[in-house]
């Protein structure tokens, strides 16, 4: 009984360690953000007092707030974040199931996935732009065209991704799974993916900037009068640089929170159940 206890007080303790120190690890993180934007705000200001460009060619931080405030007021901004964040989500989780899908196909069936492992690399390096002519006269001027345009330009680094976390896992797993009766479903829940799922979550989350960047460009030359990138568009028209610059430090906020509260900890959860951090032993 006092094992037992001793034992319980240590883990109850060890707890503690863990939090406190995750704790510290996110006030330092916060810190770290907080002396980045001063001195990136503190450099743009200075920048601005020298007049090394013009005023409407480079605006100042106060006229950029200005202009935040003034898209918020009139409601641009707001559905253009939802608008954009609509199409965001829908395009990656369509992404997601068919280049999963096909990427585990890729797996079973060695030479198909030989064949499409090559093709596959070659979309991936096809610009995203490019999609845009082919999308608008396939499809059209709507929220279906953006769609396909954010879907080509990630599904495929999804494919592979999936394709390559799955064919790298260690073959000793297998054999330890098989020497204990381990086979079909049961090797494929509960030894391939799992052991997958760190590469899965770094190739997921590129993906994911692949669709963003695509979708940004994609909403910039399909008109629907809606979205981040039609603000941007607009701003280009009207020669109206706090709106230009206003809009991109708003992708630049949504793109930094997804992969802080998102992607980030999804990783870090993944590799501390695996014990891959380097803290994790300290």
């Known amino acids: 009984m006092l094992a037992e206890d001793d034992h319980r007080q240590d883990s109850i303790q060890a707890g503690r360690t863990d939090t406190q120190h995750g704790r510290s690890i996110d006030t330092n993180d916060a810190a770290n953000i907080v002396l980045f934007l001063a001195a990136f705000l503190g450099l743009w200001q200075l920048v601005v007092a020298l007049h090394i460009l013009p005023d409407t060619l480079f605006p100042s931080p106060a006229s950029t707030a200005a202009s935040i405030g003034k898209l918020v007021a009139n409601g641009s901004l707001v559905i253009g974040i939802l608008t954009t964040l609509w199409r965001l989500v829908a395009g990656f989780a369509i992404s997601i199931v068919i280049g999963g899908a096909v990427g585990l196909a890729m797996v079973k069936f060695r030479a198909f996935g030989k064949t499409m492992s090559s093709f596959a690399v070659g979309l991936l390096t096809f610009p995203s732009i490019a999609w845009v002519p082919f999308s608008i006269l396939l499809i059209g001027f709507n929220d279906f065209g953006i769609l396909f345009v954010v879907v080509m330009a990630s599904v495929f680094s999804v494919m592979i991704s999936t ?72 701003g280009r028209e009207f020669i109206d640089m706090n709106q230009i610059v206003a809009v991109m430090i708003t992708i630049f906020c949504i793109g930094l929170l997804f992969d802080r509260i998102i992607f980030l900890r999804m990783e870090e959860k993944v590799r501390t159940k695996w014990g891959l951090n380097q803290h994790s032993g300290e």
């Open 163 to 234: 394709y390559s976390a799955i064919r790298n896992v260690p073959p000793i797993y297998f054999l330890a799974a098989r020497n204990m009766n381990a086979k079909g479903m049961a090797l494929f829940r509960h030894v391939m993916i799992p052991a997958a799922t760190p590469s899965l979550i770094v190739g997921i989350r590129q993906a994911w900037s692949f669709a963003w960047h695509a979708l940004i460009g994609a909403e910039m030359l399909i008109t629907t009068l809606y979205g981040l990138g039609h603000i941007l568009s607009v």
